[in-house]
């Protein structure tokens, strides 16, 4: 690894008496022998520089069939009639699915479970499935499409939040789904159904409403962020070998033990009967949680006679099957004259597209996640999940908390320039300290707030820039609590005689580098090195439970677990030996597979082990388990696991004659609490940053009437190499905070929660023109410029 | 390029009424003589017939680059190339770039130490991206990185990592180089 000047990790000694946090130390590794901390090489290196790493998208199983969907080309229509004989009769098709071959079956959906494997009543948006075909190859399960007629009856459809909430607007789903509700609590609560349209709703209140007569100002502002596409590369794929008596599914998830909970809801089958296997997923980035290919797959398996079907989505029909959630995000803030944050309430619409999905997770997460970083006396949120007739929105990075830190943060710089105030010094004045809970009940904030953004701050040389040039910068926080928190994680470790381990878990690996820490994490703690090391594959039959990979917990929470198993095990081999060589296992130490005692003795286990066992071999096994306990007073049932903390700094330079924003300097930054993996860590923040990046400039699913214009790779435009600002900084934090193993958090949506903030700031800060919708393309930047902004904003101080 | 100056003409030819086509091309350095269909993509041809999992398969429109390999030393998109158009030629795959023996060659330690990639998808095409850049330019400055890299996407690394890799790679490039010379 080349050192850089522009990358390096601050290690920050902040007080631990002021928020009562231990430093984990490592339990038995000598400081030269530590594997975690360091600048290894990702365990999975080898595999992926040789092509030879093997994705979902690689499986093969003997007399594998292929299928293909077909999707609606109208936004809402009731299904007339759909007639399939000539398709059926199509030499090479094996089965056809319409909605006369789901009967039994059920939808699914997180806590919502409005989505059928295939339409039955009426299609809901443009790409919902209609019918689906399984047939010897592709090309003609292609060919089999074009014979399916279906007779639609158009009907009025909606395609904005505001409209959808209009009573004499068409109800989307006219028969309430099954749903469910978490057992929210103090100031938390949450409703389904509760209007037209709202499949979600979750609402959140602290604080006496009193306060606003303390208040010298209110300010109310409205924003708007729009919607990405998850763009992974690797599409969604499955294969499934299934019969009406047992699945068998080898596919793209994050989540395969809640794949198989909702496989069990869907095809109305035992969960031991089914059995979902995971091979390396080429990205996620929250779109892979939930089913996506599999339901179609597994029935067409079961028309097929069981024969195994795989179905691998274009890149294309990638974009017609989860998204990002759009929103209008309308924000309350009562302060004081000398800029104290007060009050704030907030009403979010999201955007959930025409199913739920993970709407409710979403809203729940957006309506929760309003306060951000700031101390507030009194908190009112809302937030509705509103169906809409456009693709349904899901998980992605960050998801709530992107769309309320860019409202939030934008109105902080809107409130630091009403009143004359430098936002930098406005967001100091209100930021929480560490270990000051996050609201009444919930967990203390366990990063130095301050710290960061004058680590980032700093990076960019913010305090001693020069104003004019039509250049500006901005500096934003973005904070979100973990998802980890009702989420009970397990994990096995195993060693052979010989001291080569197997870890067992079913953390999902999508290129966070999740196989990699964990292998560390072991590694330390049974003091070998992470090569003995082997992250076994994963497959429900066998891999202990895990509620999935996702909200960034997988270092904390599977982090946790991996830990206990790995002790456990090291306990467990200690007290063998104690018992066989008559020593203290409490100061015995396990070193390279040898057991040492204070006294000097060294006792090699292979050989013990082999003559204890007759000369037949042995393996020790022990699990882990790890829940963060769960809290009466919390709102969302436990107290959060960590926060996840993301700062960023922005340069730019903008062109008054078009508009155009071109970031000159960007610095992100993390805490990591304690670094696992460098690299992990590092292209964990850069790769959200540059998410955040292209959420900020250009990248959005463009909708005009309801018709998604790119849906394509064509004509969608993700970040390439040269969008990369010309100086780009990451700094990864070393607080020591975390609840993880060592004081580990968990790293990768912070990143992309404070870039298009802090790039909006920069921009009103070089032109003046204060932007409130997503992205900020020339257009938007230029007709800001020309009609000042928001309204009733006194003009910026410098200007 | 590899030519073959001996090729018999007979052997293009309609089989059972599908229009196929018999190809000769190197791949990986070894010579390959196949049949396939006249409008075979090489991405499914080097995938299915030749076992070069390596090489991804992504958008399919040309536009991600996941599926680039080196046609005569120049990246290509594989998913929008013909199998028929590399009749003759020499074709490479990640599959080809460590030796024989397993060592990695400069450009695969050069991703591995600095960590460009994550999830790993967009790597193959990466891998054959920087080693034809290197043959072109072996020394190539910041500017001409970023533009070669450009033209594939990672949606995970945020690039950087990728073109100090890139940068690294040729490092090691040029010290091989020097101890074999």
Redesign the interface.
Known sequence: ??A?PE?FTHDVHSDAASGGYTVYSLPTAAPGKRVTGRDL??A????????????N??IVRPGMLHAKVLRSPHAHARLVSIDASAARALDGVTAVLTRNETVGLACYGTMVKDQPVVATDAVRYVGDIVAAVAAVDESTALAALDLIEVEYEILPAVFDVEQALDPSSPTIHPVEPRGGLPPYRNGASASLRSGHNVSYEFRYSTGSPDVWDECDHIFEDTFRFSRMNH?????FVTVAEATDDEIEVWTATQSPFNLRQELGHVFNLPENRIRVHVA????A?GAKNGPKADPVAIRLSQLSGGRPVRFCM??EEGFLTVSQHAAKLTVKAGVKADGTFVARTSTVLLDSGAYAEHSPAVAEKAGYRMPGAYRWQHIDTVCKAVTTNTVPAGAMRGFGATQTTWAGERQVDLIAQRLGMDPYELRLKNLKKLGEEFVPGDAGIDSDLAEGMRLVADAIGYHTRDRGGNRGMGVCVGLKDSGGGNKPAMARVKVTANGDVFLNCALTE????GHSAMSQIVADVLHTSRDRVVYTRIDTDHTPFDQGTNASSGVVVMGQAVRNAAENLRRQVLEWAGEQFALDPATAVLDDWTVRTPAGEVYPLFERIMEYFGHTGFEFSADGYYKVRNDADAPLAARCVFYEIGWAAAEVEVDPETGKVTVLQLAVSGDAGKVINK??C???D??????GLAQALFEEMRYENGELLNA???LYR?????D?PER?V?ITQEQGHGAGPFGAKGMGEGGMLPIAPAIAQAVADAVGAQLTELPMTPERVFRALSIGGVSSLLPLSHA | MTEYPDRDPDRSTAADGELDTCIEFALNGVKQIVRVDANAILLDVLRNNHGCKGVRASCERGVCGACTVLVDDLPVASCSTFAFSVDGASVETVEGLAAPDGTLSPQQRAFSECGGFQCGFCTSGMLMLTTGLLRQDPQPDRGTIREWISSNTCRCTGYEMILESVERAAELAGETNGESA
């Open positions: 690894m080349i850089t990358s090489p990702r999975d290196a080898t595999a992926k520089v040789t092509g030879r790493a093997v994705y998208t690689d763009m992974h590369l690797e599409p390396l997923l080429g990205g980035f274009s890149t999508m290129g966070q580098g690299i992990g590092r292209g964990q850069e790769g959200a940053a540059v998410l394509e790779a064509l993700v970040p390439l190499a040269e990369i780009f990451s």
